[in-house]
């Protein structure tokens, strides 16, 4: 297959760079062979987010709860300083 990328100048100085006496070819060709192999590098494994980690400790605290623990944690701060 053929492909033709345009670049502008400012990256193809970068491609240059980073070649090392590789073509430009060459180099874009090693680029798009570990992009687009990467996925397959390990299959089936899931992504994990952020609720999925947490979700061993239950349900999050509501707003009113996060609020009545804030006052309660609060409540006679800076008393001393007067």
């Known amino acids: 297959m053929t492909l033709i990328v345009n670049l502008p100048d400012e990256l193809e100085a970068v491609l240059l760079a980073?070649?090392?006496?590789t073509s430009a070819d060459r180099l874009a060709q090693r680029v798009l062979e570990q992009v687009l192999t990467a996925p397959a590098a390990h299959p089936g494994t899931p992504f994990e987010t952020g609720r999925g980690?947490?979700?061993?400790?239950g349900p999050a605290p509501s707003?009113?709860?996060i609020d009545a623990?804030?006052?309660?944690m609060f409540r006679g701060f800076a008393e001393d300083f007067r």
């Not at 980073?18 to 006496?21: D, E, K, L, N």
């Not at 980690?53 to 400790?57: K, V, W």
């Not at 623990?69 to 309660?72: A, F, G, K, L, T």
């Open 63 to 65: 707003a009113a709860e």
């Open 18 to 21: 980073h070649g090392q006496g």
């Open 53 to 57: 980690m947490l979700a061993q400790y």
């Open 69 to 72: 623990n804030r006052v309660d």
